[in-house]
């Protein structure tokens, strides 16, 4: 399998893209996203679970979802079956200094580059409709 490394920020005031991440790079090794490091998705996903300050929460039947109890850091993992299985995404909302938020997402995804690239996009743009919402804006 091919190990691929995204990062993917997006700032709420920022408009949404179509486009893949910026920082779209194959990787190896370990990854730190919203302050824990692991080897890969999986030992992020061993982390989390270990981690008391993340409740489990709904994923649906493609993911894994593990929150913050004020849900501003959201952890998602795909499940067993998935194309995109192992992968591990940590999205974090920050207020920023003249009380905006902001929005981050990392994604550590070690699956084929095809999967990995269209989970990508699919993260994009559920950031961007998140992005929107914030702004009080209508899809």
Do not use: N
């Given at each position: 399998m091919i190990g691929l490394a995204f990062?993917?920020?997006?700032?709420?005031?920022?408009?949404?893209?179509?486009?893949?991440?910026?920082?779209h790079r194959e990787?190896?090794?370990?990854?730190?996203?919203?302050?824990?490091?692991?080897?890969?998705?999986?030992?992020?996903?061993?982390?989390v679970e270990a981690d008391s300050r993340f409740i489990v929460g709904d994923g649906g039947s493609r993911f894994e979802l593990f929150a913050t109890p004020?849900?501003?850091?959201?952890?998602?993992?795909a499940k067993p079956g998935e194309a995109a299985f192992p992968s591990a995404s940590c999205r974090e909302v920050m207020r920023t200094a003249d009380g905006s938020l902001s929005m981050k997402r990392d994604?550590?995804?070690?699956?084929?580059?095809?999967?990995?690239?269209?989970?990508?996009?699919?993260?994009g743009d559920l950031?961007?409709?998140?992005?929107?919402a914030l702004q009080g804006k209508t899809e």
């Open positions: 990062l993917l920020m997006l700032q709420a005031a920022s408009p949404a893209t179509q486009d893949l991440p910026r920082s990787g190896a090794g370990p990854s730190t996203m919203c302050g824990i490091t692991a080897a890969d998705a999986k030992g992020l996903r061993a982390m004020d849900q501003m850091i959201q952890w998602t993992f994604l550590r995804c070690d699956a084929d580059r095809v999967a990995c690239d269209k989970l990508a996009l699919e993260y950031d961007a409709r998140l992005t929107r």
